[in-house]
């Protein structure tokens, strides 16, 4: 994975080559889309790719098949937490789930454009 990042150092994502195509990716490594070319990716995810956490998500939980509508309402290098249900509001559950179990396909986060 290749980094994204602003002018003033802030990571806004990545972008990968895989299968012949370049997919841009979250900060956490999640798919956004994918593209013919790096450069697609590369500006896709410049553009896109820290608005693109304040959007619905779908959580679904690989052991079990459950899918639910969440929030993203934090990202770190090693964890995301996420709001459960359609909005982040305050007393809405949360769940913490670490990157390794995203990227392990225990868990999957898919956006909702």
Do not use: K, N
């Not at 003033?8 to 972008?15: A, F, P, R, S, W």
């Not at 690989?62 to 249900?85: D, F, K, N, W, Y």
């Amino acid at each position: 994975m290749l980094e994204v990042r602003r002018e003033d150092g802030e990571l806004c994502g990545y972008i990968a080559l895989r299968d012949g195509r370049w997919r841009s990716l979250t900060a956490f490594g999640a798919v956004l889309s994918e593209h013919d070319s790096e450069r697609d990716a590369r500006q896709h995810v410049a553009a896109l790719g820290l608005s693109a956490l304040a959007d619905r998500w779908t959580l679904t939980d690989r052991s079990t098949g459950e899918v639910q509508l969440v929030c993203i309402q934090q990202v770190s290098p090693i964890e995301i937490t996420v709001a459960l249900g359609y909005y982040s509001l305050p007393g809405v559950p949360t769940m913490t789930i670490r990157v390794e179990d995203l990227r392990a396909g225990r868990w999957h986060l898919q956006h909702r454009a």
